[in-house]
């Protein structure tokens, strides 16, 4: 490679010599970002500085594990009605608190807490909201198991109004940033602004994120699937239909063999399906208690269906694009779909047809692989 060329791809002339070196850390990226835009204040470099620091705070406690007492179960249940571990509560307290000060922030919506809390009269709000879901995946961490930090970033709608539940209900195409830490063999951010999706790496002995992954693309060729299959004979035909196609393998319609995935925690399986593709699948069922889906859309669905369509990939309910989905309620659950573009689309097909007709599997007789009742 020549100087010329070296220079070029290093920066500005004279740094060279010492640049290639040195790895854009996250603190440059930002600026490099807010510099795009004329006029910036500076405050949503702040607040993704602070998301920064909650997530690096949190990975501290997680990677401590047993050696420190804040693991197994709260003994209390969050507004979901499911079990809080005690590190839900620690991470949750960490979020919020590192959101307080900084002026970035109007309110907060958790997970683990059933009302928006706006930021106190003593600290001066700020501009934007931020929902999240503090530790999610949250059973895997006594089995050292992959859990992460999810966010989401919107535009308080009015900022001289008291601000209520209300200026969270707003589509997630309208998300200003999004983004989840995983904190796994590495601990990395993985986030977007609005152009493309990037990855983060903490490097621990300096304490900063690295640029790793710039401009992430989920590879269009799939032949990964992840859905939790224990629940097999309550799904809707097109599922049934499109999980049977899969495991049909190379001697079924679809021609060549799949790998079926789970690691029930969203942030590990969004993390492999946005480095190697694939396809998710959380969705509705014929429960009365999953006729909604599981997942939650404000802090959930929404952040990382915005990082999958932002990476080349479709996020869906598995009829229509999540992000396109009216919230009426902060804490509303929904089918969740996502993944490479052409499985995604598949699986909504599926929905389309099968909203009118029974599935008949063929390749099965009348019912799907694991169903047991008679194919509808
Ligand atoms: O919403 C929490 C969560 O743990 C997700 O991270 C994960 O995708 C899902 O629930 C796992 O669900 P299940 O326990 O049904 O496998």
Same mark, same amino acid.
């Given at each position: 490679?020549?100087?010329?060329?070296?220079?070029?791809?290093?920066?500005?002339?004279?740094?060279?010599?010492?640049?290639?070196?040195?790895?854009?850390?996250?603190?440059?990226?930002?600026?490099?970002?807010?510099?795009?835009?004329?006029?910036?204040?500076?405050?949503?470099?702040?607040?993704?500085?602070?998301?920064?620091?909650?997530?690096?705070?949190?990975?501290?406690?997680?990677?401590?594990?047993?050696?420190?007492?804040?693991?197994?179960?709260?003994?209390?249940?969050?507004?979901?009605?499911?079990?809080?571990?005690?590190?839900?509560?620690?991470?949750?307290?960490?979020?919020?608190?590192?959101?307080?000060?900084?002026?970035?922030?109007?309110?907060?919506?958790?997970?683990?807490?059933?009302?928006?809390?706006?930021?106190?009269?003593?600290?001066?709000?700020?501009?934007?909201?931020?929902?999240?879901?503090?530790?999610?995946?949250?059973?895997?961490?006594?089995?050292?198991?992959?859990? /992460?930090?999810? @966010?989401?970033?919107?535009? %308080?709608?009015?900022?001289? *109004?008291?601000? +209520?539940?209300?200026?969270? !209900?707003?589509?997630?195409?309208?998300?200003?940033?999004?983004?989840?830490?995983?904190?796994?063999?590495?601990?990395?951010?993985?986030?977007?602004?609005?152009?493309?999706?990037?990855?983060?790496?903490?490097?621990?002995?300096?304490?900063?994120?690295?640029?790793?992954?710039?401009?992430?693309?989920?590879?269009?060729?799939?032949?990964?699937?992840?859905?939790?299959?224990?629940?097999?004979?309550?799904?809707?035909?097109?599922?049934?239909?499109?999980?049977?196609?899969?495991?049909?393998?190379?001697?079924?319609?679809?021609?060549?063999?799949?790998?079926?995935?789970?690691?029930?925690?969203?942030?590990?399986?969004?993390?492999?399906?946005?480095?190697? /593709?694939?396809? @998710?699948?959380?969705?509705? %069922?014929?429960?009365?208690? *999953?006729?909604? +889906?599981?997942?939650?859309? !404000?802090?959930?669905?929404?952040?990382?269906?915005?990082?999958?369509?932002?990476?080349?990939?479709?996020?869906?309910?598995?009829?229509?694009?999540?992000?396109?989905?009216?919230?009426?309620?902060?804490?509303?659950?929904?089918?969740?779909?996502?993944?490479?573009?052409?499985?995604?689309?598949?699986?909504?097909?599926?929905?389309?047809?099968?909203?009118?007709?029974?599935?008949?599997?063929?390749?099965?007789?009348?019912?799907?692989?694991?169903?047991?009742?008679?194919?509808?």
């Amino acid at each position: 490679m020549t100087a010329r060329t070296t220079r070029s791809a290093a920066g500005p002339a004279g740094t060279a010599a010492r640049e290639p070196q040195l790895q854009q850390t996250l603190t440059e990226f930002l600026i490099d970002e807010q510099r795009k835009v004329p006029n910036a204040t500076g405050s949503y470099t702040a607040l993704v500085n602070d998301i920064r620091l909650a997530c690096k705070r949190i990975a501290n406690i997680v990677g401590k594990g047993q050696l420190v007492d804040i693991h197994g179960k709260a003994g209390s249940v969050n507004v979901q009605g499911e079990a809080q571990a005690k590190l839900d509560i620690v991470a949750d307290e960490i979020f919020h608190r590192t959101h307080l000060r900084g002026g970035t922030v109007a309110a907060m919506l958790s997970e683990e807490h059933e009302h928006v809390r706006p930021v106190p009269p003593e600290y001066p709000r700020g501009r934007y909201l931020i929902a999240f879901d503090p530790l999610d995946g949250s059973s895997n961490i006594d089995i050292n198991v992959s859990v /992460g930090s999810i @966010f989401s970033v919107l535009l %308080d709608p009015d900022p001289a *109004a008291e601000i +209520g539940p209300e200026a969270f !209900l707003q589509p997630g195409s309208r998300q200003v940033c999004a983004g989840y830490a995983i904190y796994g063999p590495t601990t990395m951010l993985v986030m977007t602004l609005g152009h493309g999706v990037h990855g983060f790496t903490l490097d621990r002995e300096i304490g900063e994120f690295i640029l790793t992954h710039r401009d992430m693309r989920i590879p269009e060729e799939a032949s990964e699937f992840a859905i939790n299959a224990s629940n097999s004979r309550h799904w809707e035909p097109a599922v049934s239909r499109y999980v049977d196609e899969c495991l049909a393998g190379a001697s079924g319609p679809r021609g060549r063999d799949f790998n079926m995935r789970w690691v029930a925690s969203l942030v590990a399986e969004a993390h492999r399906i946005l480095l190697r /593709g694939g396809v @998710f699948l959380y969705p509705r %069922d014929e429960r009365a208690s *999953a006729r909604k +889906g599981k997942l939650r859309l !404000l802090y959930e669905a929404n952040p990382i269906g915005f990082l999958i369509e932002q990476a080349g990939g479709r996020a869906s309910t598995g009829d229509s694009p999540i992000l396109d989905v009216q919230p009426q309620g902060i804490h509303q659950r929904t089918a969740f779909v996502f993944g490479s573009r052409a499985e995604v689309e598949r699986i909504e097909a599926y929905h389309r047809d099968h909203n009118a007709k029974r599935y008949d599997a063929p390749l099965f007789g009348a019912r799907g692989l694991f169903r047991t009742t008679a194919g509808r």
